[in-house]
């Protein structure tokens, strides 16, 4: 009996491995980028479940070049490409095609092509494929590419070959000036789309060289791609949303340029009748520095009167960049700002009288205004 | 903390409380707050502790009239014999039920986010022994474990939950007060039935040294789940937003993989929610196995309250693997909940109370 009970203990912690199928983790690939485009001429003669919709690019990275010494090795990943009628199958033919698992555990970026987001279907099918079975994270960010996300994906970019850790870095980096291009991550994206059918995606591109450059946005409404917003579009999106941080704003004062630091902002937007008629107001608030102008003994800006003048100055220019934003939304009949949202969270009683015909029309001809206040906190050291 | 004389304190029986509500259902809360009550189904469980209070007064009016009986000792005397195993019976399908459901949506959850390739049965078993090998130690033993396992299920929630606390966006809550007082009273209902475990004290109350304080046991458990469901559903609606929460089967899991550490610092923080809940799905799997053994041990006068825990373990796995998907099985744990739930919180009990007072059976002033 004793020789029994010593045997079964022996035996009883093998149960406690956890799992008896494990792979290493040196036997996964560790997918750190995804671009999902659509098919360029998929065969339109086939049916649903064989048309080969997706192509989407996996980016395979090198862990063991990656790290420890060889941190600047060459060819430090490994770009698949496949073409197929779902996600799923796109996975199935990736794993015949690489001796390891793939795992999407650890992906950082997922960046969409400009024909898949004209596809309403695909696009949207694509995402609820991801998130169903848990795939990936929904903390993963999102970007819109002009063009084919794979040939981005693929393109050198001397400053990180992976493109996914380039994107996490890039809006990781919380030094970094948020001035014209809007994080997005999945989780968020679902969030707006589901609230309010609207939400951007920041957009990416790649030059000749191969540098990257993170600005713009693609505008979404219920799935669909609408158009491009450009960076001083994005600009005042950030301003109504009051996000901006460490942005550079420009004017002219007294024949000299004068550069003034946005080092903090904020937005509130509350509704009014005026005349019987509704109205938004977006407040903004802005914190900076004056950091650059050249002072002379006759334009000194060390004094309050030439302060309220950059003030005013500074004031026309802000509400101008917010002012561009607000008329390219309403141009679309697109609410990317929230201001319906505002109105439905802070006046559910006005809301609804507007939230059948908002989409409609309604929007395009409501009254928005901006007002700013500026705050000139400091002039640098110089007069 | 008591020396093997099979009672529990009332602290313990507070934790006990506790960790049994803080169950599957918890996972499923804000989906189902916000389905009854959209953007302002965070007040739900505020409002379902008036039901508690209901479930609560039931229940300890019952067990104070017979201090140191449970509803096997007691419910005999109120109602005779054969009426009472009937009872008793049910009482005990009921349990087993419950957690076989509970236990098989546990299962589809590990599957589904920590061990993809695992058998479900092999988790469902796996936890059934290890419960069984807890219980078999008898109620002290199952008490202790709940007040080392509270920190471990705790720590991490309340670590996860800070970071979504002060990041999350609060405007999703808005607009307040839109919701009709009808729907506010139904959901309200629904969102107690997440007190359930309450039931547990018709058997749990005989088992307590100091009975008299009982009201203040279950007052302290209620309170306390309340006010964790509340934080939880404002966490989810503000991380993942209100329609999303409806969309999503499990919510607050997808709220944890919705977040972003500083930094990316810890990736899969969802794990950190799994954590506390499998501990305290342990728990409830405990209570199941036990109320149950105890019934059938007590029923039949054996000495040993554990023999009945490893038969019931086969019952228990068939009623978990019976339903054939998750959708089956989804079906079955709430409408279960819904249409059996409250049984033995307040019709029940009511009944055993009116038939004692008739027959004036029972302490008087208990």
Redesign the interface.
Same mark, same amino acid.
């Given at each position: 009996m004793g020789k029994f009970k010593g045997l079964l203990l022996l035996i009883l912690p093998l149960m406690l491995t956890g799992?008896w199928?494990s792979v290493e983790l040196n036997e996964r690939h560790v997918i750190l980028e995804i671009a999902i485009d659509k098919t360029p001429k998929p065969d339109l003669s086939k049916p649903i479940n064989e048309r080969q919709i997706y192509q989407i690019t996996y980016g395979i990275p090198d862990i063991g070049k990656l790290s420890g010494k060889d941190s600047l090795a060459e060819n430090v990943k490994t770009s698949l490409t496949t073409q197929s009628p779902s996600i799923a199958t796109s996975i199935d033919e990736i794993e015949t095609k690489t001796q390891n698992t793939v795992t999407f /555990?650890?992906t950082k970026a997922l960046i969409l092509g400009e024909e898949m987001l004209k596809d309403k279907d695909a696009f949207q099918a694509a995402i609820d494929a991801l998130l169903r079975? !848990?795939r990936i994270? $929904? /903390?993963v960010i999102v970007l819109a590419t002009k063009g084919l996300a794979g040939d981005l994906t693929q393109a050198d970019n001397p400053q990180n070959p992976i493109m996914g850790m380039y994107i !996490?870095k890039y809006f990781?980096n919380k030094e970094r000036p948020v001035s014209y291009a809007k994080g997005q991550?999945l989780?968020n994206l679902? &969030?707006e789309l589901?609230?309010t059918g609207v939400s951007t995606m920041p957009m990416i591109m790649s030059d000749k060289e191969g540098i990257i450059q993170i600005s713009g946005a693609a505008l979404i409404k219920d799935y669909a791609f609408v158009t491009w917003l450009d960076k001083n579009e994005v600009r005042g999106q950030l301003l109504v949303e009051g996000k901006i941080k460490h942005v550079p704003i420009v004017v002219t004062y007294k024949d000299h340029y004068l550069t003034y630091m946005i080092k903090d902002q904020k937005s509130k937007i509350h509704f009014k009748e005026n005349n019987g008629k509704l109205e938004a107001n977006i407040d903004l608030t802005v914190k900076g520095d004056i950091i650059e102008y050249l002072s002379s003994n006759n334009k000194n800006i060390f004094n309050e009167e030439s302060i309220t003048e950059i003030t005013q100055q500074l004031k026309q220019e802000i509400i101008r960049q917010t002012n561009l934003v607000i008329d390219k939304s309403q141009s679309l009949g697109v609410d990317f700002l929230g201001i319906g949202l505002e109105m439905? $969270? &802070?006046d559910?009683k006005q809301w609804k009288n507007y939230k059948d015909t908002w989409n409609e029309g309604d929007y395009k001809d409501f009254p928005i205004h901006v007002d700013t206040t500026v705050n000139i906190q400091n002039t640098g050291i110089l007069e | 903390m008591f020396s093997h004389n099979g009672k529990v304190s009332v602290r313990q029986v507070e934790i006990l409380l506790i960790l049994q509500m803080f169950n599957t259902s918890i996972l499923l809360l804000p989906r189902i707050a916000a389905n009854h009550a959209g953007r302002n189904g965070y007040m739900l469980p505020i409002v379902a502790l008036a039901f508690g209070i209901i479930y609560l007064f039931s229940i300890t009016t019952l067990t104070n009239r017979f201090k140191g009986d449970t509803l096997v000792e007691f419910a005999p005397k109120i109602i005779g014999k054969p009426i009472a195993y009937c009872v008793l019976a049910l009482f005990a399908i009921k349990i087993m039920i419950t957690t076989g459901l509970e236990i098989r949506m546990f299962g589809e959850m590990v599957s589904q986010v920590m061990l993809p390739k695992t058998p479900i049965e092999v988790i469902i078993l796996i936890m059934l022994l290890t419960t069984a090998y807890l219980v078999k130690s008898g109620i002290e033993a199952t008490a202790r474990m709940a007040e080392i396992l509270l920190y471990f299920i705790f720590i991490p929630l309340v670590i996860v939950l800070t970071f979504i606390i002060v990041k999350a966006d609060y405007k999703q809550l808005m607009p307040f007060f839109e919701t009709d007082i009808v729907s506010v009273g139904k959901g309200a209902f629904v969102v107690s039935l997440s007190f359930m475990p309450i039931e547990f004290m018709l058997l749990l109350a005989g088992l307590m040294k100091k009975q008299e304080k009982t009201k203040q046991a279950i007052v302290i458990a209620l309170i306390t789940i309340a006010i964790i469901e509340t934080i939880i559903i404002i966490s989810t609606y503000a991380g993942i937003g209100v329609n999303e929460s409806k969309r999503q089967i499990w919510p607050v899991l997808t709220l944890m993989q919705s977040i972003q550490f500083p930094g990316s610092l810890i990736e899969n923080q969802e794990i950190l929610m799994m954590t506390s809940w499998v501990f305290s799905i342990y728990m409830y799997i405990s209570a199941g196995l036990y109320f149950t053994s105890l019934i059938g041990s007590r029923t039949f006068k054996f000495k040993r309250e554990n023999v009945f825990i490893l038969p019931i373990i086969p019952i228990i796995y068939f009623i978990a693997i019976l339903p054939k998907s998750l959708v089956e099985a989804y079906k079955y744990y709430v409408g279960f909940q819904y249409h059996f739930g409250i049984w033995f919180l307040v019709p029940i009990p009511l009944v055993l109370i009116f038939i004692a007072k008739m027959r004036k059976v029972g302490h008087v002033n208990g």
């Open positions: 799992c199928d /555990s650890h079975d !848990m994270g $929904r /903390s !996490m990781n991550l989780a679902i &969030k589901e609230d439905y $969270r &802070k559910p | -």
